[in-house]
């Protein structure tokens, strides 16, 4: 069974960064993309950034030039480095990996930006 740890959520000051990382646990095979969405109290789930087999990347529009998402193959692992956080990006952070037959959905990191 495939389960998604992630980590690196929590409470950062404006202008801080954070961390987040998401790692797939158990048998996963064929993943072509990894990514990590965001989703605010009364809104739909939205992209943030995305990263495809080939190392292509997507990002949402408001995160462009501020999010960095990359991955490591070998661990299963996709990673996004948030910079420059401002208060509205404070939310739960979901991340996704997505194979040829199914899509894993981890619980989700809550990312606070506050004073």
């Known amino acids: 069974q495939v389960q998604l740890v992630e980590s690196g959520g929590g409470l950062v000051q404006p202008g801080g960064s954070l961390r987040l990382s998401c790692s797939a646990s158990?048998?996963?095979?064929?993943?072509?993309?990894m990514g990590w969405y965001r989703q605010a109290p009364g809104k739909q789930r939205e992209l943030v950034a995305a990263i495809a087999s080939d190392g292509s990347t997507n990002y949402g529009d408001s995160m462009k030039g501020r999010f960095t998402i990359s991955k490591d193959n070998p661990k299963n692992t996709a990673y996004l480095q948030m910079n420059s956080l401002k208060p509205e990006y404070t939310t739960v952070y979901y991340c996704e990996i997505a194979t040829l037959t199914h899509d894993y959905w981890g619980p989700g990191p809550q990312a606070t930006v506050s004073p």
């Open positions: 158990g048998s996963i095979f064929s993943i072509y993309a």
